[in-house]
């Protein structure tokens, strides 16, 4: 359990008795608001580990607090009259906590403030329950409590409970009663001030739906308007607390959707239509209007959200946002040249993202492609012709590599933090500068016939009929004969010798749908296959079923007979 903890500084005056009342509640009568005050909270059923402190100057003391107080003269009167210490008096209440007595300076001047200052947060601990009394505060002090209330809360993770002022002067002069004034609210501006302003210069959202969900907490909740509010206020904090958890994990799908967002537009309607105090009203529409562009189911929403991680200093969010939008929307964009399947949606993202991040260099070197690429030649050669892929490789290769240095922390590479900043939104706009024009479709060639090109030492005149049959759907087979590995090779002659022959089979390859047949020596089949598959192409193998029958005198004879072809490794 928090500790509960209540504060008051007790001034030099002389007090004369009354009631104090808030709503249903009349004190004992008495001199000390701080009596009446803690009544009100019900101090009488506080713990013993909970506290009360009593803030003292000297004069304070000596005319307010002392045991040996009995008297005192009436400054109105100018006669002595009894006059009961408030000491005395919370002696008298018997409370079951301890009350502490803390000597504070007059507060004179700037330092003394601090001192105060200090010795009040000193008597604090981490997580207290705050409740405070301004009645007798004087100067600056009812100030510096506010303050106060909110360093602890920081720096303690404390909370304010309590802020009231006892106000003798509007008392009712017939009943001898004076209100309580509760001054919580103004600790709910500040709290919305704060909450405003962590909104205007980052973003944050979550604080202020806190605050505002507390201002319904004390509704009384009489009308079914007011049940449906609170109810609203609790739904916005929820979808602002995953709407800014979206935009900081980065769900590009969940954004795109729009749904959290577009339900706090509907639920600050509602909130303006309530009896919210103006100056939550005023925030409520500040923040709608910084979400105003989010809309249901629109890939723009992505667009929206790149510009509120800028706009917030999100960098690392703007980056990855920025760089997977750009993705998301030429995937949509270029759709009708998709070649793959519809399951394969990764593998249109990766080919996309393959497109612009190649280095300009290797554009036109084909064996420089990853398999990715080489597996649709023609159309990456397509989208290499078009102009406005040039001009978006640029920029994309910009936010890549800065991307990838707050991927990497810094540690690999040695672009600077300030550089990386300074080309956010420069590359963001490049980008979607280019983005926002009409996007001319790559046109792809047709793709010429197939061929199988049987790369092992069984030329096709004499496959069995069944290899023959299997073979047509891979197209016209033509032999290359397998070359003589010797034993004697090592691992630089059987890659020398591997390279030699996938340069033979791409020039045989051109623009046709090229599947290898490889069959032969293991280490050089395994170096060729690799080369092969990351250019795109397909290499298959021979499955045979092996019979051995025992042909007299126990002669083994042994027959391979046909079942299928199999592809090497997976795609």
Same mark, same amino acid.
């Given at each position: 359990?928090?500790?509960?903890? *209540?504060?008051?500084?007790?001034?030099?005056?002389?007090?004369?008795?009354?009631?104090?009342?808030?709503?249903?509640?009349?004190?004992?009568?008495?001199?000390?608001?701080?009596?009446?005050?803690?009544?009100?909270?019900?101090?009488? @059923?506080?713990?013993?580990?909970?506290?009360?402190?009593?803030?003292?100057?000297?004069?304070?003391?000596?005319?307010?607090?002392?045991?040996?107080?009995?008297?005192?003269?009436?400054?109105?009167?100018?006669?002595?009259?009894?006059?009961?210490?408030?000491?005395?008096?919370?002696? /008298?209440?018997?409370?079951?906590?301890?009350? @502490?007595?803390?000597?504070?300076?007059?507060?004179?001047?700037?330092?003394?403030?601090?001192?105060?200052?200090?010795?009040?947060?000193?008597?604090?601990?981490?997580?207290? +329950?705050?409740?405070?009394?301004?009645? $007798?505060?004087?100067?600056?002090?009812?100030?510096?409590?506010?303050?106060?209330?909110?360093?602890?809360? *920081?720096?303690?993770?404390?909370?304010?409970?309590?802020?009231?002022?006892?106000?003798?002067?509007?008392?009712?002069?017939?009943?001898?009663?004076?209100?309580?004034?509760?001054?919580?609210?103004?600790?709910?501006?500040?709290?919305?001030?704060?909450?405003?302003?962590?909104?205007?210069?980052?973003?944050?959202?979550?604080?202020?739906?806190?605050?505002?969900?507390?201002?319904?907490?004390?509704?009384?909740?009489?009308?079914?308007?007011?049940?449906?509010?609170?109810?609203?206020?609790?739904?916005?904090?929820?979808?602002?607390? +995953?709407?800014?958890?979206?935009?900081?994990?980065?769900?590009?799908?969940?954004?795109?959707?729009?749904?959290?967002?577009?339900?706090?537009?509907? @639920?600050?309607?509602?909130?303006?239509?309530?009896?919210?105090?103006?100056?939550?009203?005023?925030?409520?529409?500040?923040?709608?209007?910084?979400?105003?562009?989010?809309?249901?189911?629109?890939?723009?929403?992505?667009?929206?959200?790149?510009?509120?991680?800028?706009?917030?200093?999100?960098?690392?969010?703007?980056?990855?946002?920025?760089?997977?939008?750009?993705?998301?929307?030429?995937?949509?964009?270029?759709?009708?040249?998709?070649?793959?399947?519809?399951?394969?949606?990764? +593998?249109?993202?990766?080919?996309?993202?393959?497109?612009?991040?190649?280095?300009?260099?290797?554009?036109?070197?084909?064996?420089?492609?990853?398999?990715?690429?080489?597996? $649709? @030649?023609?159309?990456?050669?397509?989208? *290499?012709?078009?102009?406005?892929?040039?001009?978006?490789?640029?920029?994309?290769?910009?936010?890549?590599?800065?991307?990838?240095?707050?991927?990497?922390?810094?540690?690999?590479?040695?672009?600077?933090?300030?550089?990386?900043?300074?080309?956010?939104?420069?590359?963001?706009?490049?980008?979607?500068?280019?983005?926002?024009?009409?996007?001319? &479709?790559?046109?792809?060639?047709? &793709?010429?016939?197939?061929?199988?090109?049987?790369?092992?030492?069984?030329?096709?005149?004499?496959?069995?009929?069944?290899?023959?049959?299997?073979?047509?759907?891979?197209?016209?087979?033509?032999?290359?004969?397998?070359?003589?590995?010797?034993?004697?090779?090592?691992?630089? /002659?059987?890659?020398?010798?591997?390279?030699?022959?996938?340069?033979?089979?791409?020039?045989?390859?051109?623009?046709?749908?090229?599947?290898?047949?490889?069959?032969?020596?293991?280490?050089?089949?395994?170096?060729?296959?690799?080369?092969?598959?990351?250019?795109?192409?397909?290499?298959?193998?021979?499955?045979? /079923?092996?019979?051995?029958?025992?042909?007299?005198?126990?002669?083994?004879?042994?027959?391979?007979? *046909?079942?299928?072809?199999?592809?090497?490794?997976?795609?």
């Amino acid at each position: 359990m928090n500790r509960k903890v *209540f504060i008051s500084v007790l001034g030099t005056g002389f007090y004369s008795s009354c009631s104090y009342v808030k709503g249903d509640f009349i004190s004992s009568e008495t001199r000390f608001v701080q009596q009446a005050t803690m009544e009100y909270v019900d101090v009488a @059923h506080w713990g013993v580990d909970d506290a009360v402190f009593i803030l003292l100057t000297d004069g304070s003391r000596k005319n307010n607090w002392d045991m040996e107080i009995t008297s005192r003269k009436n400054f109105r009167t100018n006669e002595v009259e009894s006059y009961k210490s408030l000491q005395a008096v919370l002696k /008298e209440m018997n409370l079951p906590c301890l009350v @502490h007595d803390i000597s504070i300076p007059d507060g004179k001047n700037e330092e003394e403030m601090w001192q105060i200052f200090t010795k009040l947060f000193d008597v604090l601990d981490s997580g207290d +329950e705050l409740y405070f009394d301004l009645t $007798h505060s004087f100067r600056y002090l009812p100030m510096l409590i506010l303050v106060f209330g909110n360093y602890a809360k *920081f720096l303690k993770d404390t909370t304010v409970k309590h802020i009231s002022y006892g106000n003798y002067e509007a008392r009712d002069l017939l009943m001898n009663q004076a209100p309580i004034i509760d001054l919580l609210p103004l600790v709910a501006l500040q709290e919305w001030t704060f909450a405003a302003a962590n909104f205007k210069n980052f973003g944050k959202m979550g604080d202020l739906t806190t605050s505002i969900v507390s201002v319904t907490n004390r509704w009384s909740i009489a009308t079914k308007q007011e049940r449906r509010v609170k109810e609203s206020i609790i739904n916005l904090k929820n979808n602002i607390n +995953e709407f800014e958890k979206r935009i900081v994990t980065c769900r590009g799908r969940e954004l795109l959707k729009g749904d959290a967002v577009n339900a706090v537009k509907q @639920h600050i309607d509602m909130a303006l239509d309530s009896s919210f105090p103006q100056p939550i009203k005023e925030i409520l529409r500040s923040l709608k209007d910084g979400i105003m562009q989010f809309s249901n189911e629109s890939i723009d929403n992505l667009r929206y959200a790149i510009n509120w991680c800028i706009k917030y200093n999100m960098v690392q969010q703007a980056y990855t946002l920025g760089q997977e939008s750009i993705i998301t929307i030429l995937c949509e964009r270029m759709k009708a040249v998709n070649p793959f399947a519809p399951t394969e949606e990764k +593998e249109f993202r990766g080919y996309i993202a393959a497109i612009l991040g190649i280095n300009v260099k290797y554009v036109n070197d084909e064996k420089e492609w990853n398999i990715t690429l080489t597996r $649709h @030649h023609l159309l990456s050669r397509a989208f *290499f012709s078009l102009e406005w892929v040039k001009q978006l490789r640029k920029p994309y290769g910009k936010m890549t590599t800065n991307r990838n240095q707050i991927n990497h922390a810094g540690f690999l590479g040695t672009v600077s933090a300030t550089l990386i900043i300074k080309q956010l939104q420069e590359t963001i706009e490049a980008c979607f500068s280019i983005l926002d024009q009409s996007l001319e &479709m790559p046109t792809v060639p047709k &793709m010429g016939e197939k061929l199988l090109i049987n790369l092992s030492n069984h030329p096709y005149a004499l496959w069995e009929q069944k290899q023959r049959d299997a073979a047509e759907v891979y197209g016209e087979c033509v032999d290359l004969p397998f070359p003589n590995i010797e034993p004697s090779y090592d691992e630089t /002659e059987i890659e020398r010798l591997a390279k030699e022959y996938f340069d033979k089979i791409q020039k045989m390859r051109g623009d046709r749908q090229l599947t290898v047949h490889v069959m032969g020596e293991f280490t050089f089949s395994c170096s060729l296959i690799e080369k092969l598959r990351k250019n795109g192409i397909e290499c298959i193998a021979s499955c045979a /079923e092996r019979q051995v029958e025992i042909v007299g005198n126990s002669i083994k004879q042994v027959v391979f007979n *046909f079942e299928r072809f199999r592809e090497y490794g997976c795609k």
